[in-house]
């Protein structure tokens, strides 16, 4: 990726040694970084919107101190200046060309040998602007809010802390329904691969990727990713661990509990009866799972990118700024209207374009978005894969001949 770059260069002259401190010391490497992206350089948006996760990041300094499984905050600069997704390195700075599947999102093609990282996408709905963290308690001293022209800023772990725990709260508070329904999820799923894995926690935490859980408080507990877990018989073992960073109210993992010499490898949860496709909901098991690695049938597959660009938040934004009215384009429902201005700019966004003619590379344009109602929303994809969701035209129809049954709209 292109970023603004720093007067360092990538000196390989202590590359040597620090591979070497690396590989005997990986887990006391916990960094945190801001990585600058100016979008007039690098379509940032359409980035977002592929949900590709593996990228690749221009380094410009600090190529001593980025390390694997450092955490990337990536900040948008120009008019809009916000932190708008974050992700792992998931290797140490290298001179290499770009990733083929990067060029696309470059304004001006790159072919030279640079010095990158591979890094992995981990959230990509994220919009905390700079005019925010500037009244968030902790982040006034944040560095890149400074005018340096430098592309990569460290960030404290108290800084990182602050950042996390403003990400969970702004999730818990918008789109509420949605974060409640996770994180229910979650906690059955814990609950269910607890006993089907016999693990016999009184405390046990899922994650699919294993890096970031709610603080433990009852012992023995456990953290467990897709395919198996790690156990603390006590809370001195758990606090005391040097792969745990503990936050507030979060937990740090750095290159995930998988690579813990104490995990426990189980199985695949998702192979449990009920998990699968077939016996989920779509808007459930697209929360829950890690769909973009889950072996799923070609219908399903569509279902999921369906979906996933529905949620994009980058794009709903965007639909509801050219929409003429947020009302639901099939019942004429309002939540202007029903409750107040509190809830004045919300609605849900459906993906109109046919299953059949969705893959990873199709671009989303706003004309193929409708704004609907959460139960407009439901009744639309309540049709399970490998049949097609409902049209707005097939959920009208469905109300005129029931007309006679409820309330028009909710």
Excluded at 17 to 38: G, Q, V
Excluded at 103 to 117: A, G
Excluded at 246 to 266: C, D, E, F, N, Q
Excluded at 271 to 295: I, K, M, N, R
């Amino acid at each position: 990726m292109l970023l603004a770059r720093g007067n360092e260069d990538c000196s390989e002259s202590v590359e040597g040694h620090r591979r070497e401190l690396y590989t005997k010391n990986e887990w006391l490497y916990m960094n945190y970084w801001i990585f600058k992206c100016d979008p007039t350089k690098y379509k940032l948006d359409s980035r977002l919107a592929d949900q590709e996760s593996r990228t690749r990041w221009h380094i410009s300094r600090y190529r001593e101190k980025v390390q694997v499984g450092d955490i990337a905050f990536i900040w948008q600069t120009g008019k809009h200046r916000a932190i708008r997704a974050t992700m792992r390195i998931d290797s140490l700075p290298e001179d290499v060309l770009e990733l083929d599947t990067e060029q696309k999102y470059l304004e001006t093609p790159n072919s030279s040998i640079e010095c990158r990282v591979d890094a992995t996408i981990l959230r990509r709905d994220l919009d905390l602007s700079a005019d925010k963290i500037r009244t968030i308690a902790g982040l006034e001293g944040l560095s890149a809010l400074k005018a340096v022209p430098a592309g990569i800023f460290e960030v404290t772990s108290a800084e990182a802390t602050i950042l996390l725990e403003e990400f969970e709260r702004l999730e818990s508070t918008t789109d509420s329904l949605t974060s409640a329904e996770k994180r229910a999820l979650h906690r059955d799923l814990a609950a269910r691969l607890n006993k089907e894995w016999k693990i016999a926690a009184v405390q046990a935490r899922f994650r699919e990727t294993g890096n970031f859980y709610a603080t433990l408080e009852k012992f023995p507990a456990a953290l467990l990713d897709r395919y198996g877990y790690v156990l603390f018989a006590s809370k001195e073992e758990y606090l005391t661990s040097p792969y745990l960073t503990h936050y507030t109210k979060l937990i740090r993992v750095a290159k995930g509990i998988s690579k813990m010499p104490a995990y426990v490898p189980a199985g695949d949860a998702y192979a449990l009866p009920g998990l699968t496709p077939e016996f989920t909901t779509a808007s459930s098991f697209v929360e829950d799972l890690d769909l973009h690695s889950y072996e799923v049938t070609e219908g399903n597959r569509r279902l999921v990118l369906h979906i996933r660009r529905e949620r994009n938040q980058s794009i709903v934004k965007k639909k509801k700024k050219s929409a003429k009215s947020l009302q639901c384009e099939i019942c004429g429902f309002s939540f202007h209207a029903t409750y107040g201005a509190d809830a004045a700019d919300y609605c849900e966004v459906h993906h109109c374009k046919p299953l059949s003619e969705i893959d990873e590379s199709t671009k989303t344009r706003l004309c193929d978005l409708a704004i609907v109602c959460s139960n407009c929303h439901r009744v639309i994809h309540i049709r399970k894969a490998p049949l097609p969701p409902y049209t707005l035209d097939e959920v009208r129809q469905m109300r005129k001949q029931n007309s006679d049954v409820g309330a028009v709209g909710q």
